[in-house]
C-alpha cells in the first residue's frame, strides 16, 4: 500500500446505487462513484469502518458481472508521549467486470496546525457505469481528463473470460492529450495513467492474440505511460532511474559535469552510527580540517588537515555556531522557528538553511525542495531552492553531501552525483585511480567540505567480511574538483539517441583492449521505425548492448583476462525481442556468425544475416491495433523464399536455411529466459505462419546433409496444412532410409549387463589429471571412497575384484594425454602450454596429445553433436580447427586408460544433457548418431566409458527413486553386421 502524505490525500468512497450514503452530495446515478477525497481528518474519520457495494453491468449476452467496490478505514489515535498523531488510514478497492481491480490507499494525519504542509489539489472522484453495453470511466473535476470507454470484445456468452478494449471513439478524444506537455494535460495523464497502468490490463497476460483490438487496453497504458514521461522531461524534471545520465545516453558525454576526484587515502577507522539515530555526526569540517569526535567518550576530538596530510592534538568538542542547526529529523518533526514540522514522505533533510528553512532531498525522484515557515502562525510550505540562498548554507555549514556551492548532491548509495535544481538528472561518480580501490563496498556518512574542494566517508566492508560482526568502517579523504558548467537550457533526455540507419547486431567480435576490473560498457541506440501508426504515437525499435568481463572464477590466467561477454538485445514494438549473447576474445576478428541487420520499411520489419549468400530476409507485417498496439505476422514472401530454399540440396542452400534457423531462435530464446513471462504466441517468431513447420524441415535437411538421428524422423510432423506446404511426409521418408542399423549387436545390450558394485557419488573418469574411475591392462580400476587413496581393479574375464592396492603401484599408461586437471573450470581448457577459451556448447570428449584434444560441439543441438579437433601448434602460432582421424582416434583409445573411442576409432560415445541415454556416433562425416539403450526410465546413466580394446563399456546408473542407489555396471560390446 502506498500512501502520499505530501498531497494528504484521502478519498471517501460513493456508492451510488439504489440509495445514497450519508456523505453523499448529489442524488443516486447508476453505477458506482469514487467521491473526491476529503480535505480534512474530521471527514475523514466520520466515514464507515467498512462498505461495500456493487452495480449491475450489461455488457451484452452472458456478460452481466457487476462493478463492485469495497472500503475500509482504520483511525488511530495520537500518542502525545511519542509525538504521534492520530491518523486515518483508507484502502478502496474498485473491481470491474473484466476480473481486473484498481486498489488506492490514503492517509490524513491530524498534526497540530501550522505543523503541516497545505495539501496539494484534492484527487478527483472517478464515475464508473455501464451504458449501452460499454463500461464508462469518467474523472470529474478534471477538465482535460476525457471519458474513457471500454468495450467487450465479442458478443457470445462463449467468449470467456471477458476481455476489454478501447473503441475508436474513445482513442480519438485521448490521442490529442498524448502530445500536450502542459499542467492541465499532466493532470490527466496522472489519473488516466492511475486507472489504466494499475489496474484494468492486469488480465491482459492471457488476451487473444489473433485479435489486435485485444491489445488496446495495454498499448493505451504504455502510450500514457510515454507520455507521462515525456511531460516530466519537458519541465526539467527527472525520471527517477537507477541509471545515470551518462550510462543511458553515453553519446551525451558533453553534458556531464566535469567532475574530478583524486586517490583516496585512508587516515583511520570509525565506528557508523546506529540506524536512523537523531545525534549529530562524528565528522564534520572546521576551519577547513574535518574533525572527529572520539567516540570513547563522545568529548573530545581530533582533526585532520588533508592539505599538510596530518592529525592535530585532541581537543573539547566543538562543532561552532552552525551545531544548533541539525537538519535532522526528530520524533516530532524538523525544528523550524518555534514548531515542529513532518517532511513529505520519501524526503530527508540534507541541509540548514536558516532558523526556519531546509533543504530536503529525495533519493527515488532525484528532487530538491525547501520546507520553511514563515514568521507568524502562517502553515508551512515547499518551494525550490534558491542559488545564492544554497551557497550562502553550504559555505557556513559543517558539511554537507553538496557540493559545488550546493548545485548537486552526492547519492552514496548508487555512487553518483545529482543536480539539485531544474533540470534535474544524475551522473555516475567515477573515482579516479585504481577501479579496486572501492570496488562494490558501500558508502556512507558522506560529508563535503564547504569549500568543496574535500569529501571523507566510511567506506563500507569488502564483500568477504559483509558477514562479520566488526562494524568498524575505514575513514577515507579524497580531493574534489569541479571544473566549468553550464546546464543545458533544454532538459536532456535520458532516451537513447534516434538513429536512421539500420540497426546492427553485432557479431560477436571484440577488437577493442580487454576490459579491467569489474568493467563493463553500456550502449543503447534507436531506430525510428514507420508501422502506419498514428504520427503522434512515435515508434522506435531499440538496441540495447552490454559488455562486460567474463564473470568466470577460477579460470587460467590470461584466457580469462581477455575474454568479455557480449549481450545484445533488440526491442521492436508488439512484444518481440531478440538477444544475442556471446563471448569473445579481445582482438579476435575469427567468428562464423554475421552482423545481425534490422531495417523498418513502412508496415513492416526485416532482418537478415550479412555474409551469409541467399539467405532469405524474415520480414514480419505490421497489423497495426488502437494506441499503436502491433500483431506481427510473417510476411508471404519469406515463406515464399524458405520453399524454393528447401527444395535444394547445394551447400549455400543449406547454409543459409541454417542461419536463418539460428536468427529465429535469438527471439525464441529471448522469450524463454524473461523473468517471470509466460511466452505468448505473438511473441514467438517461430509460431508466425508455417515457420515452426519450416524450422522443423529445415533440422530434417541438415541431418540429411551432415548427419542424422535415428528417432528424428518419428519427431515430425507430416499432417496439415504446413507439413504438406513443406513436404514433411517426402523429408520423413528419406529420414527413414538414410538411418543405418546400430553397428553394435541388440544383444549385448539387452540382459547382459552386470552390476559390479556400488559407488557412494558419481566417479570422474579420463581426461581428468585424477580420475577415480579409469581402465589398466585389462581391468577397470576404482578408487576407494574411504580416504586411503586406494585402489580396486574388476577383472571382466574372471569377473571378480581384485585386493586394495596403493593407487601410485598402478601408474597411468600415457600421463600426457590426462590433461585436464580437477581445478580447471570455467571457459578455459589448457592445452599446449596455453589456456584455449571455449564456449558452453563446446565439451571436451578425448585428448590426443599434449597439443591436440577432440571436442563435442553441440552448438546445433544436443543431438547433432560435432567433433572437432582444437590443436595448439609449437611456439606462438594461432590455435586452429579441424576434423579428427580415424587413425589418431584408435591410438589414443589404446594408448589411454579409457575414453569415449571405440571401434578402432570410427566412433564415439556421448552423453546427452537429460542423463537418461548415451549415443554412439561416428567419429567423422558421414556424422550419425545411435541411441544406446542401456537403462530403463527408471535410471540416469553417468560417466560411460569404453576399455582401450573396445571390448567392454563401463557406466554409472542412478535410480530416480528413492533410495537413489548409483550402481557401478560393466557391458561387453560385440561389433554388429
Given at each position: 500500500?502506498?500512501?502520499?502524505?505530501?498531497?494528504?490525500?484521502?478519498?471517501?468512497?460513493?456508492?451510488?446505487?439504489?440509495?445514497?450514503?450519508?456523505?453523499?452530495?448529489?442524488?443516486?446515478?447508476?453505477?458506482?462513484?469514487?467521491?473526491?477525497?476529503?480535505?480534512?481528518?474530521?471527514?475523514?474519520?466520520?466515514?464507515?469502518?467498512?462498505?461495500?457495494?456493487?452495480?449491475?453491468?450489461?455488457?451484452?449476452?452472458?456478460?452481466?458481472?457487476?462493478?463492485?467496490?469495497?472500503?475500509?478505514?482504520?483511525?488511530?489515535?495520537?500518542?502525545?508521549?511519542?509525538?504521534?498523531?492520530?491518523?486515518?488510514?483508507?484502502?478502496?478497492?474498485?473491481?470491474?467486470?473484466?476480473?481486473?481491480?484498481?486498489?488506492?490507499?490514503?492517509?490524513?494525519?491530524?498534526?497540530?496546525?501550522?505543523?503541516?504542509?497545505?495539501?496539494?489539489?484534492?484527487?478527483?472522484?472517478?464515475?464508473?457505469?455501464?451504458?449501452?453495453?460499454?463500461?464508462?470511466?469518467?474523472?470529474?473535476?478534471?477538465?482535460?481528463?476525457?471519458?474513457?470507454?471500454?468495450?467487450?470484445?465479442?458478443?457470445?456468452?462463449?467468449?470467456?473470460?471477458?476481455?476489454?478494449?478501447?473503441?475508436?471513439?474513445?482513442?480519438?478524444?485521448?490521442?490529442?492529450?498524448?502530445?500536450?506537455?502542459?499542467?492541465?494535460?499532466?493532470?490527466?495523464?496522472?489519473?488516466?495513467?492511475?486507472l489504466v497502468g494499475k489496474g484494468v490490463p492486469s488480465r491482459l497476460s492471457g488476451r487473444d492474440t489473433r485479435l489486435p483490438e485485444a491489445d488496446s487496453v495495454a498499448g493505451l497504458a504504455a502510450a500514457l505511460e510515454r507520455a507521462r514521461n515525456h511531460a516530466v522531461l519537458a519541465a526539467g524534471g527527472d525520471l527517477g532511474t537507477y541509471i545515470p545520465r551518462d550510462v543511458l545516453a553515453p553519446d551525451l558525454e558533453a553534458d556531464r559535469p566535469p567532475l574530478k576526484t583524486g586517490a583516496p587515502e585512508t587516515i583511520g577507522e570509525l565506528q557508523p552510527p546506529e540506524p536512523d539515530s537523531t545525534a549529530d555526526s562524528d565528522l564534520f569540517w572546521r576551519q577547513g580540517r574535518l574533525c572527529v569526535v572520539q567516540q570513547d567518550t563522545g568529548k573530545r576530538m581530533r582533526c585532520y588537515d588533508p592539505v599538510a596530510r596530518r592529525w592535530g592534538k585532541a581537543v573539547s568538542v566543538n562543532r561552532g555556531e552552525q551545531s544548533a542547526w541539525s537538519p535532522r529529523v526528530g520524533r516530532c518533526g524538523i525544528p523550524l522557528g518555534a514548531r515542529n514540522v513532518r517532511p513529505p514522505e520519501n524526503f530527508q533533510p540534507e541541509l540548514r538553511l536558516s532558523p526556519r528553512a531546509v533543504?530536503?532531498?529525495?533519493?527515488?525522484?532525484?528532487?530538491?525542495?525547501?520546507?520553511?515557515?514563515?514568521?507568524?502562525?502562517?502553515?508551512?510550505?515547499?518551494?525550490?531552492?534558491?542559488?545564492?540562498?544554497?551557497?550562502?548554507?553550504?559555505?557556513?555549514?559543517?558539511?554537507?553531501?553538496?557540493?559545488?556551492?550546493?548545485?548537486?548532491?552526492?547519492?552514496?548509495?548508487?555512487?553518483?552525483?545529482?543536480?539539485?535544481?531544474?533540470?534535474?538528472?544524475?551522473?555516475?561518480?567515477?573515482?579516479?585511480?585504481?577501479?579496486?580501490?572501492?570496488?562494490?563496498?558501500?558508502?556512507?556518512?558522506?560529508?563535503?567540505?564547504?569549500?568543496?574542494?574535500?569529501?571523507?566517508?566510511?567506506?563500507?566492508?569488502?564483500?568477504?567480511?559483509?558477514?562479520?560482526?566488526?562494524?568498524?568502517?575505514?575513514?577515507?579523504?579524497?580531493?574534489?574538483?569541479?571544473?566549468?558548467?553550464?546546464?543545458?537550457?533544454?532538459?536532456?533526455?535520458?532516451?537513447?539517441?534516434?538513429?536512421?540507419?539500420?540497426?546492427?547486431?553485432?557479431?560477436?567480435?571484440?577488437?577493442?583492449?580487454?576490459?579491467?576490473?569489474?568493467?563493463?560498457?553500456?550502449?543503447?541506440?534507436?531506430?525510428?521505425?514507420?508501422?502506419?501508426?498514428?504520427?503522434?504515437?512515435?515508434?522506435?525499435?531499440?538496441?540495447?548492448?552490454?559488455?562486460?568481463?567474463?564473470?568466470?572464477?577460477?579460470?587460467?590466467?590470461?584466457?580469462?583476462?581477455?575474454?568479455?561477454?557480449?549481450?545484445?538485445?533488440?526491442?521492436?514494438?508488439?512484444?518481440?525481442?531478440?538477444?544475442?549473447?556471446?563471448?569473445?576474445?579481445?582482438?579476435?576478428?575469427?567468428?562464423?556468425?554475421?552482423?545481425?541487420?534490422?531495417?523498418?520499411?513502412?508496415?513492416?520489419?526485416?532482418?537478415?544475416?550479412?555474409?551469409?549468400?541467399?539467405?532469405?530476409?524474415?520480414?514480419?507485417?505490421?497489423?497495426?491495433?488502437?494506441?499503436?498496439?502491433?500483431?506481427?505476422?510473417?510476411?508471404?514472401?519469406?515463406?515464399?523464399?524458405?520453399?524454393?530454399?528447401?527444395?535444394?540440396?547445394?551447400?549455400?542452400?543449406?547454409?543459409?536455411?541454417?542461419?536463418?534457423?539460428?536468427?529465429?531462435?535469438?527471439?525464441?530464446?529471448?522469450?524463454?529466459?524473461?523473468?517471470?513471462?509466460?511466452?505468448?504466441?505473438?511473441?514467438?517468431?517461430?509460431?508466425?505462419?508455417?515457420?515452426?513447420?519450416?524450422?522443423?524441415?529445415?533440422?530434417?535437411?541438415?541431418?540429411?546433409?551432415?548427419?542424422?538421428?535415428?528417432?528424428?524422423?518419428?519427431?515430425?510432423?507430416?499432417?496439415?496444412?504446413?507439413?504438406?506446404?513443406?513436404?514433411?511426409?517426402?523429408?520423413?521418408?528419406?529420414?527413414?532410409?538414410?538411418?543405418?542399423?546400430?553397428?553394435?549387436?541388440?544383444?549385448?545390450?539387452?540382459?547382459?549387463?552386470?552390476?559390479?558394485?556400488?559407488?557412494?557419488?558419481?566417479?570422474?573418469?579420463?581426461?581428468?589429471?585424477?580420475?577415480?574411475?579409469?581402465?589398466?591392462?585389462?581391468?577397470?580400476?576404482?578408487?576407494?571412497?574411504?580416504?586411503?587413496?586406494?585402489?580396486?581393479?574388476?577383472?571382466?574375464?574372471?569377473?571378480?575384484?581384485?585386493?586394495?592396492?596403493?593407487?601410485?603401484?598402478?601408474?597411468?599408461?600415457?600421463?600426457?594425454?590426462?590433461?585436464?586437471?580437477?581445478?580447471?573450470?570455467?571457459?578455459?581448457?589448457?592445452?599446449?602450454?596455453?589456456?584455449?577459451?571455449?564456449?558452453?556448447?563446446?565439451?571436451?570428449?578425448?585428448?590426443?596429445?599434449?597439443?591436440?584434444?577432440?571436442?563435442?560441439?553441440?552448438?546445433?543441438?544436443?543431438?547433432?553433436?560435432?567433433?572437432?579437433?582444437?590443436?595448439?601448434?609449437?611456439?606462438?602460432?594461432?590455435?586452429?580447427?579441424?576434423?579428427?582421424?580415424?587413425?589418431?582416434?584408435?591410438?589414443?583409445?589404446?594408448?589411454?586408460?579409457?575414453?569415449?573411442?571405440?571401434?578402432?576409432?570410427?566412433?564415439?560415445?556421448?552423453?546427452?544433457?537429460?542423463?537418461?541415454?548415451?549415443?554412439?556416433?561416428?567419429?567423422?562425416?558421414?556424422?550419425?548418431?545411435?541411441?544406446?539403450?542401456?537403462?530403463?526410465?527408471?535410471?540416469?546413466?553417468?560417466?560411460?566409458?569404453?576399455?582401450?580394446?573396445?571390448?567392454?563399456?563401463?557406466?554409472?546408473?542412478?535410480?530416480?527413486?528413492?533410495?537413489?542407489?548409483?550402481?557401478?555396471?560393466?557391458?561387453?560390446?560385440?561389433?554388429?553386421?
Amino acid at each position: 500500500m502506498h500512501f502520499r502524505t505530501v498531497r494528504g490525500w484521502c478519498l471517501g468512497l460513493l456508492l451510488t446505487l439504489s440509495a445514497p450514503l450519508a456523505f453523499a452530495a448529489e442524488p443516486p446515478s447508476q453505477g458506482v462513484v469514487l467521491a473526491a477525497e476529503p480535505l480534512t481528518f474530521a471527514e475523514a474519520k466520520v466515514l464507515p469502518d467498512k462498505l461495500t457495494g456493487s452495480a449491475a453491468c450489461d455488457l451484452g449476452p452472458g456478460k452481466t458481472a457487476d462493478i463492485t467496490v469495497s472500503q475500509t478505514v482504520e483511525v488511530t489515535q495520537a500518542i502525545p508521549d511519542f509525538c504521534r498523531p492520530a491518523e486515518a488510514v483508507i484502502t478502496q478497492t474498485l473491481s470491474l467486470p473484466d476480473g481486473s481491480h484498481v486498489e488506492r490507499g490514503f492517509r490524513i494525519v491530524d498534526d497540530a496546525p501550522g505543523t503541516q504542509l497545505p495539501p496539494q489539489p484534492p484527487r478527483p472522484r472517478i464515475r464508473v457505469r455501464c451504458e449501452a453495453r460499454r463500461l464508462e470511466l469518467a474523472v470529474e473535476g478534471v477538465p482535460e481528463a476525457p471519458l474513457l470507454t471500454l468495450e467487450p470484445i465479442g458478443t457470445t456468452a462463449t467468449a470467456t473470460p471477458l476481455r476489454l478494449r478501447v473503441p475508436r471513439d474513445s482513442e480519438a478524444r485521448i490521442l490529442p492529450l498524448l502530445i500536450r506537455d502542459d499542467a492541465g494535460a499532466r493532470r490527466a495523464l496522472e489519473e488516466l495513467d492511475f486507472l489504466v497502468g494499475k489496474g484494468v490490463p492486469s488480465r491482459l497476460s492471457g488476451r487473444d492474440t489473433r485479435l489486435p483490438e485485444a491489445d488496446s487496453v495495454a498499448g493505451l497504458a504504455a502510450a500514457l505511460e510515454r507520455a507521462r514521461n515525456h511531460a516530466v522531461l519537458a519541465a526539467g524534471g527527472d525520471l527517477g532511474t537507477y541509471i545515470p545520465r551518462d550510462v543511458l545516453a553515453p553519446d551525451l558525454e558533453a553534458d556531464r559535469p566535469p567532475l574530478k576526484t583524486g586517490a583516496p587515502e585512508t587516515i583511520g577507522e570509525l565506528q557508523p552510527p546506529e540506524p536512523d539515530s537523531t545525534a549529530d555526526s562524528d565528522l564534520f569540517w572546521r576551519q577547513g580540517r574535518l574533525c572527529v569526535v572520539q567516540q570513547d567518550t563522545g568529548k573530545r576530538m581530533r582533526c585532520y588537515d588533508p592539505v599538510a596530510r596530518r592529525w592535530g592534538k585532541a581537543v573539547s568538542v566543538n562543532r561552532g555556531e552552525q551545531s544548533a542547526w541539525s537538519p535532522r529529523v526528530g520524533r516530532c518533526g524538523i525544528p523550524l522557528g518555534a514548531r515542529n514540522v513532518r517532511p513529505p514522505e520519501n524526503f530527508q533533510p540534507e541541509l540548514r538553511l536558516s532558523p526556519r528553512a531546509v533543504l530536503l532531498w529525495s533519493r527515488w525522484d532525484h528532487e530538491a525542495l525547501v520546507m520553511e515557515v514563515p514568521e507568524g502562525n502562517g502553515p508551512p510550505r515547499l518551494r525550490a531552492p534558491e542559488a545564492e540562498e544554497l551557497k550562502k548554507a553550504v559555505l557556513a555549514s559543517t558539511g554537507s553531501r553538496l557540493l559545488g556551492e550546493g548545485r548537486f548532491i552526492l547519492d552514496e548509495d548508487r555512487k553518483q552525483f545529482c543536480s539539485v535544481r531544474r533540470p534535474l538528472g544524475c551522473w555516475s561518480l567515477r573515482w579516479e585511480g585504481r577501479r579496486e580501490d572501492e570496488g562494490p563496498a558501500s558508502l556512507s556518512e558522506a560529508s563535503v567540505s564547504p569549500d568543496g574542494r574535500w569529501i571523507a566517508y566510511l567506506r563500507g566492508p569488502a564483500p568477504s567480511k559483509a558477514d562479520s560482526d566488526d562494524e568498524t568502517r575505514a575513514l577515507v579523504v579524497r580531493s574534489l574538483e569541479l571544473g566549468p558548467y553550464v546546464a543545458p537550457r533544454e532538459p536532456v533526455s535520458t532516451a537513447p539517441r534516434v538513429v536512421r540507419t539500420d540497426v546492427v547486431m553485432e557479431k560477436p567480435v571484440w577488437g577493442e583492449p580487454a576490459l579491467g576490473e569489474n568493467d563493463d560498457r553500456l550502449f543503447r541506440a534507436r531506430i525510428s521505425c514507420d508501422l502506419g501508426q498514428d504520427a503522434r504515437i512515435p515508434f522506435e525499435l531499440e538496441k540495447h548492448t552490454s559488455v562486460s568481463q567474463d564473470p568466470w572464477e577460477g579460470s587460467a590466467g590470461g584466457c580469462r583476462d581477455n575474454r568479455v561477454q557480449m549481450h545484445q538485445e533488440l526491442t521492436v514494438p508488439g512484444g518481440l525481442t531478440f538477444v544475442r549473447r556471446a563471448f569473445a576474445v579481445a582482438g579476435d576478428r575469427q567468428s562464423p556468425e554475421g552482423d545481425v541487420k534490422v531495417r523498418c520499411q513502412p508496415g513492416r520489419l526485416s532482418l537478415w544475416i550479412e555474409g551469409v549468400p541467399d539467405f532469405p530476409a524474415l520480414s514480419l507485417t505490421a497489423n497495426m491495433g488502437a494506441f499503436g498496439a502491433v500483431r506481427w505476422d510473417l510476411a508471404p514472401e519469406t515463406e515464399t523464399r524458405l520453399q524454393a530454399l528447401l527444395a535444394r540440396d547445394d551447400a549455400p542452400a543449406l547454409d543459409a536455411l541454417d542461419a536463418f534457423a539460428r536468427l529465429v531462435k535469438l527471439n525464441d530464446d529471448a522469450r524463454e529466459v524473461s523473468a517471470g513471462m509466460k511466452p505468448n504466441d505473438d511473441g514467438h517468431v517461430s509460431r508466425m505462419g508455417c515457420l515452426a513447420t519450416a524450422l522443423e524441415a529445415i533440422s530434417a535437411r541438415r541431418a540429411l546433409a551432415d548427419g542424422v538421428h535415428p528417432e528424428q524422423h518419428a519427431l515430425l510432423k507430416t499432417d496439415g496444412m504446413c507439413a504438406e506446404r513443406y513436404g514433411m511426409r517426402a523429408l520423413q521418408q528419406r529420414l527413414q532410409a538414410a538411418t543405418l542399423p546400430l553397428p553394435l549387436r541388440v544383444g549385448a545390450l539387452k540382459g547382459k549387463a552386470q552390476v559390479i558394485g556400488r559407488v557412494r557419488s558419481v566417479p570422474s573418469i579420463p581426461p581428468e589429471r585424477q580420475p577415480q574411475l579409469y581402465w589398466r591392462a585389462g581391468t577397470l580400476c576404482l578408487v576407494q571412497e574411504d580416504g586411503t587413496q586406494q585402489v580396486r581393479c574388476y577383472d571382466p574375464a574372471a569377473r571378480k575384484w581384485g585386493p586394495a592396492v596403493a593407487r601410485q603401484d598402478r601408474p597411468f599408461p600415457r600421463e600426457d594425454l590426462l590433461l585436464k586437471s580437477q581445478d580447471v573450470s570455467g571457459p578455459c581448457y589448457p592445452l599446449g602450454g596455453r589456456s584455449i577459451p571455449t564456449s558452453e556448447d563446446v565439451r571436451d570428449v578425448l585428448p590426443l596429445s599434449s597439443r591436440a584434444s577432440l571436442f563435442a560441439d553441440t552448438s546445433r543441438g544436443a543431438l547433432a553433436p560435432e567433433f572437432k579437433v582444437i590443436e595448439v601448434p609449437e611456439g606462438a602460432g594461432p590455435v586452429r580447427t579441424r576434423a579428427p582421424t580415424v587413425e589418431e582416434l584408435a591410438l589414443a583409445a589404446r594408448a589411454g586408460a579409457g575414453s569415449a573411442s571405440l571401434g578402432e576409432g570410427r566412433f564415439l560415445l556421448h552423453g546427452s544433457k537429460n542423463e537418461r541415454s548415451s549415443w554412439l556416433c561416428t567419429a567423422v562425416r558421414p556424422w550419425m548418431c545411435w541411441n544406446l539403450d542401456l537403462e530403463s526410465e527408471a535410471y540416469a546413466v553417468l560417466a560411460a566409458m569404453a576399455s582401450p580394446d573396445g571390448r567392454w563399456l563401463s557406466y554409472v546408473r542412478i535410480s530416480r527413486e528413492k533410495p537413489y542407489t548409483e550402481e557401478l555396471v560393466l557391458l561387453p560390446l560385440t561389433p554388429g553386421p
